[in-house]
């Protein structure tokens, strides 16, 4: 069964501060992972998506990284702001090689408090 | 939130009572889909559509009903037969239903039924 864990499940830290969450997945055959924001209460933002041969993608502050061998993934939050206050949720495409639905599974997420 | 708008933002229903959330999308995609938030748990998908005047069950279809007549709206009615409906719904589209393409989010609606 295809699966995606993240952890930790829930994570305060002070307003400047770096931070690591961390995805691990057991989706097969794998085609791409994405990591969104989603603030309370509002539908989630893609932040990155990398596909099997893509070790690291930026996006601003966020910076993303997959090992594919390993099937883990995290993204680094540098120099965090208030603004990062969300839940990040992971999610791994498989690839689907008959019929057109694409699959994806999704991790419960991370819920981030920056504070000051 | 892209081009993708839900209503409403909050729905309260009586049981028993069927009803239906809408989304709309002005992005010119082909595939559209529900999903289902509970606390805890990662999103589940409810319905898809590939195309207009065609869709398909997701992992968690009981008790939904679903329709695509035009490209641009696929709306969702969650029926009486559906056990535990209180949960927060969001709907997504993308170019194509293929694993390559982003799928974008709408904000959602949060249906409360007592």
């Given amino acids: 069964k295809n699966q995606v864990e993240q952890s930790p499940q829930s994570l305060i830290i002070l307003e400047g501060k770096n931070c690591t969450l961390q995805c691990n997945y057991t989706v097969s055959p794998f085609s791409n992972l994405r990591w969104y924001k989603q603030d309370t209460g509002r539908g989630p933002v893609s932040l990155t998506i990398m596909t099997f041969s893509e070790n690291t993608k930026s996006n601003g502050r966020y910076t993303a990284t997959l090992d594919a061998d390993t099937k883990q993934s995290s993204l680094h939050i540098t120099a965090s702001q208030l603004s990062d206050s969300a839940s990040y949720i992971c999610v791994v495409s498989a690839l689907e090689d008959t019929g057109t639905a694409s699959k994806l599974t999704f991790g419960t997420g991370t819920r981030l408090q920056v504070t000051l | ?114």
């Fill in chain 2, 1 to 114: 939130d892209g081009g993708i708008t839900q209503s409403p933002k909050y729905l309260f229903r009586k049981e028993g009572q069927n009803v239906t959330l809408s989304c709309e999308q002005n992005l010119n995609h082909d595939a559209m889909y529900w999903y289902r938030q509970d606390p805890g748990q990662g999103l589940r998908l409810i319905y898809y559509s590939q195309i207009v005047n065609d869709f398909q069950k997701g992992d968690i279809a009981e008790g939904y009903s679903v329709s695509r007549e035009k490209k641009e709206s696929f709306p969702l009615t969650v029926t009486s037969a559906q056990k535990n409906p209180t949960a927060f719904y969001l709907c997504a589209s993308s170019r194509r239903d293929r694993e390559r393409y982003e799928q974008y989010f709408g904000p959602g609606t949060r249906l409360t039924v007592t």
